[in-house]
């Protein structure tokens, strides 16, 4: 299994912006793809998941009603749509997959991760 995330960058607070996560390697429609992230000195933290077959999605209280995770399965591809950034969102964005979780909000049960793509929100 291959993932590679894209899209991150230097923004201001308030402004938008939307990750990308490529998956291959596999047939995902079991899998679970989650989002994380982990600010420096901090430790990687659950941001948000989406359940590949029926498209079910879990998000952290922290960015609720700010974030949306979505599928594009022809694409094989995951994405964060992060809207009214604050500060406090800037940290190393993670997208990671396992097979037929329980429970989608912890790391330990992701086997699978990406490289990681920075996001920077100034205020």
């Known amino acids: 299994v291959q993932l590679v995330e894209s899209g991150g960058g230097l923004v201001q607070a308030g402004d938008s912006l939307r990750l990308s996560c490529a998956a291959s390697?596999?047939?995902?429609?079991?899998?679970?793809m989650g989002w994380f992230r982990q600010a420096p000195g901090k430790e990687r933290e659950f941001v948000a998941a989406?359940?590949?077959?029926?498209?079910?999605?879990y998000y952290a209280d922290s960015v609720k009603g700010r974030f949306a995770i979505s599928r594009d399965s022809a694409k094989n591809t995951v994405y964060l749509q992060m809207n009214s950034l604050k500060p406090e969102d800037t940290a190393v964005y993670y997208c990671?997959?396992?097979?037929?979780?329980?429970?989608?909000?912890?790391?330990?049960?992701?086997?699978?991760w990406g490289q990681g793509t920075q996001v920077t929100v100034s205020s």
């Open positions: 390697g596999r047939t995902f429609s079991t899998y679970t």
């Open positions: 989406i359940r590949w077959n029926r498209g079910s999605t």
């Open positions: 990671a997959t396992e097979n037929s979780l329980t429970v989608v909000t912890t790391q330990r049960g992701y086997h699978y």
